[in-house]
């Protein structure tokens, strides 16, 4: 309830500035009143807006190898043991796990796992996402492989989620992970958020956007828009462009890859 | 300073790092770079003994690794510390570990200069000891890697077993590793405890004599601590004497970020004239939230040793570690 203090204040202020309308041969609440109320009658229902919109909210706490490089396209590093705080609805993450591997505290030397993206819907509710204990690299090279995080609400029961390794290619140092996130969510991973692309509305109108259940299929790969009529797409566009853009594009493409 | 086994579960205390070993990953190349760098402000145990500035640790790791297909990894390891030429204002590195070898599935063979088998055996927790050695395999004089070793790592889910065998080469130089080295440790896991031993067999170049090394080891997680202890034996063969020792230690999770280790060892020898000694330390860690493989770090010490008829002052040490 953290918007509700504000409120209250904000409504005690708009009682105080009709009190002062009413009050005989004042001429300076004359004055206030109007201004008073321009801004105080939309700052009130702004705070009742925003008070309404802190309860629709979603606490997800991090276990403790698990850490947040993106939060919902936004980069945002959030450490092990934290927790953040989205929005109700769709919720795509990019996290890896970290952890000190070795057989001694001497020997032992912090390895990071695949860079995970993970897909899912949340409304209302406290998470927790946390990653297997380990302690070992082959606990890690089968975390990797398995990705078999734990996402479960406050009573312990588990919530759907898509997860796909964000793959990277080359230096892994100083990642551009919003970056590589826009060029995965052009893929056909069920971890990807599908691109709406301009102009196509009507032809998405029979699909229900996003659907991060597990199990399921991109919406990119599986809905509407099928693979024919993007590659018939990507075909004109293609013949369309001219010599600088079609070399932009392949540049694209390899950068993509 | 080795510190073996107990630290396991001290080490599944994840990091929260961004910073990832891994530098290079490309079709199947990857190549990785770690570094641990340890300075301490140190007085050590001894009678009127100076406080300095010691580095416990200043190594570069590199390792690169080529997969080869069908669960086989061509692998090598070149290794430099910095410690020698920091403190004694040598010139360059010394080059610590250098290997290289093949991984297939759970198993790997690598040969070059690295360490023995027995290098994993051991509890300790201490920073530094001043009159005992970690365990009689650092006395068997093997704390220097051997440079013409065959190495053997099995890596299974709860037991890892390692053999090596250090050929009698001839070598030349200072640190030289004297004659034939056979040694093998296994440590398996059985819920929250861990059993270890290990064994060596020396033979010194141009000796009858040899040498047998071997301990046993077990600790357990109790969850909020871990307690350990190992029991270790050299035998000289052409002698009746033996010298063992045995190392107890406690490590509790006093915070997430807090660490507090507490132990003692005692050496004891059959040899006429020879007085046992025990040698006992405590020391806190604090490792940073923001990232984990920082740490600081403040030790105490001491040790029973008399030194010309007087007993030798309490060591402190305290100091600042990165590892990536």
Redesign the interface.
Known sequence: MPGLLPAFLQILTFRLSLNAKRAPGSYESELLEYPLKAIVAPSFFLVLFFSAQALAEVTLALG??V?A?VVNSEEK?A???SSLTLTNGTQQLVVD??????????D?????GEAFVLLFEAADTELTLSAP??????QMTAFNREKDFRLTNAAGTPVNYHVDVLE??????FRDYPGELEAFNRTSSPAAIRMQLPGLADADTDTEGPSPKAGGQSALGQGALGQETVRQMLHYWYLQADKQTRKEWKNWIQSSN | ?????L??A??????????????????GFTYKL?G?FQVQMRQAIGNDERAEVEYD?LEL?NYVSYDLGNDLTAFGRLDFGFKKAAKDNERGSNLEEAYIGLKYN?VSFSFGKQNFASD?FGIEEAYELKTIGGDLFNDAGTDVNGDDTLRIDV?L?NV?IVVSHEMDAGDDGEERIDGEYHDAFI?IDIADLTLAAAYQLNNPADSAESRDTYGVSASYDFGFMNLAADYSVIDVNNTDFETKQYNIAAVFGVA?TTDVAVGMGNQDSDENGFEDITEWYANVTYKF??A??VSVFAEVANSDLEKNGKEVDMGMLAGLRL??
């Open positions: 403790p190898c850490q490089h590093t450490l092990p043991d796990c970290t952890a000190m591997l070795g057989r001694s505290s001497d032992a030397f912090p390895k990071t204990r380990i302690q070992t690299r082959r990277k290619e080359g230096f892994q140092v | 300073m080795k510190k073996i086994l630290a396991v001290v080490s599944s205390i994840a990091a929260g790092s961004a910073s990832a070993a891994t530098i290079y990953e490309k079709d770690n641990d640790d790791k759970v994993k890596e889910d890892y440590a997430s939230p923001r984990r493989n590892k990536f």
